[in-house]
């Protein structure tokens, strides 16, 4: 029996111990894990996970809810008023003279009341267009921040892949470099050279490893951008794969452009929705200057510990007997309610919502100056980059090809080292100016895409 217990007590024992070791081992297996995110999963992470759209997306309820309770006026209220009440029996009466009728001391009071607006100055109406307004600017504000995490994702995406594409130039120009060494050393050792031309070349593997060095940071710090962007905490590390260079058939005439910019643009579309909620708002201050019309009605009960008294008895015996009085009671009515003085604030109201409008009216003006700009922007960054990329192709064949014949001029003794440092740095640098061309373009038709609004609609595509 004894032996049966130790087993038990120490079966619970390792089971208790797998169930702590267990999360510490799961948790450093998905530490160890690298996912690998197409640009399409990124976007579709940043879409789910960033907490800029969620924020954007939670204001949406807020104006639902502004609109709620601007329709809650086309509805009666009703309301229940209840009440007990002690009084003082020896008060004066209501008349003020003397009265020889024992006053109530006690009063119990249970209404139930209604009230319906018949005519407010169309308050209701007005509060209910620009809450309407508010909703589908708040949308518009939704797809605008949508389509500038998608360009923000783009870029994050693009400057990774950039990162990586440069490690990768550098590693292989460190090899072209240990390559130089290798025959420099060779031809020191068989007398064809000076030292100094071995020191360069050893000198220029160690610039190579310094290169390496950079571009990883860079790559750490392109990645933490990324997982930011599209509102990753874990602790997962994510890599992208590489990419064959694609150039998209994008029309890039200003005129076409700019005509999809005042149609489609989230921004845009959003200030005048917000002028035409400006304007409603105009309407809705000035309904103060309306007398309010309704209906109003009530039915309830009233308790009183005195209804009526009656004498009783004779002589030593005589006493009042008092009786408690419960009836219902019942009101209804037409009511006008007119503001006739309020100190001003009507007034001020109005003009703050005139003010308002006007500076949304300058704001539109400011927004549509900043998005030609933008477009402009945009349009001469996407064509220096692919002008870029055009020009960085050709030099990398002319280097490359320079660079081999130098090498082998060199071996020749026609040329000096300097001259092969300088073919492997012309080459280097065209290398990575072409994928950073790249880059600049994907980034800059991402941000165009936004621009004209079809960023949502090209990553639904």
Request: positive net charge; hydrophobic residues 40%; glycine residues 6%.
């Amino acid at each position: 029996m004894i032996k049966q217990k130790f087993r038990v007590g120490k079966f619970l024992l390792m089971t208790l111990l797998f169930l702590l070791v267990l999360p510490a081992l799961t948790w450093s297996q998905q530490k160890g894990e690298v996912r690998i995110l197409t640009l399409k999963e990124c976007l579709d992470q940043a879409l789910r996970y960033n907490p800029t759209i969620s924020v954007s997306r939670e204001r949406i309820q807020e104006m639902i809810q502004d609109y709620n309770i601007a329709r809650a006026g086309l509805f009666p209220t009703i309301n229940l008023h209840a009440y007990a009440n002690w009084l003082d029996p020896s008060r004066l009466s209501p008349g003020g003279g003397v009265t020889t009728t024992t006053l109530f001391s006690q009063e119990n009071l249970a209404l139930l009341t209604a009230k319906q607006n018949i005519f407010d100055g169309l308050k209701t109406y007005y509060g209910m267009k620009g809450a309407k307004m508010g909703v589908e600017s708040q949308r518009e504000a939704l797809r605008g921040t949508k389509e500038e995490v998608l360009s923000q994702v783009y870029q994050a995406y693009y400057r990774l892949l950039e990162a990586k594409e440069t490690l990768g130039v550098a590693q292989e120009s460190k090899k072209q470099r240990e390559g130089f060494r290798d025959m420099a050393e060779a031809l020191l050792k068989a007398g064809k050279v000076t030292k100094l031309d071995f020191l360069r070349s050893d000198s220029q593997v160690i610039d190579a490893d310094q290169t390496i060095v950079q571009a990883q940071n860079n790559i750490i710090l392109a990645k933490a951008i990324l997982k930011k962007t599209m509102g990753l905490r874990d602790e997962a590390e994510i890599d992208i794969p590489g990419e064959t260079t694609k150039i998209s058939p994008e029309q890039l005439d200003e005129l076409t452009l700019w005509e999809k910019v005042n149609q489609k643009n989230s921004d845009l579309k959003r200030i005048n929705l917000d002028i035409e909620r400006a304007k409603a708002n105009i309407s809705l201050a000035k309904a103060d200057y309306w007398p309010v019309i309704s209906f109003q009605a009530g039915w309830g009960y009233r308790n009183r510990d005195i209804g009526s008294a009656e004498l009783f008895g004779t002589g030593k015996n005589t006493f009042f007997r008092f009786f408690s009085g419960t009836a219902d009671e019942y009101t209804y009515g037409i009511f006008l309610d007119y503001n006739i003085f309020s100190g001003g604030s009507t007034r001020a109201t109005v003009a703050k919502a005139k003010s308002i409008s006007l500076q949304l009216g300058d704001s539109k003006k400011v927004l549509l100056d900043q998005l030609k700009v933008d477009l402009n922007t945009a349009l001469s960054q996407i064509r220096d980059a692919l002008k870029g990329m055009d020009s960085a192709k050709e030099a990398i064949a002319v280097n490359q090809e320079a660079y081999d014949a130098t090498v082998a001029m060199y071996q020749a003794g026609k040329v000096t080292s300097l001259d092969v440092m300088q073919a492997q740095i012309s080459l280097i640098i065209s290398k990575a100016s072409y994928v950073n061309y790249y880059a600049n373009y994907q980034t800059a038709l991402a941000q165009l895409r936004k621009i004209i609004g079809e960023g949502e609609t090209f990553y639904e595509k």
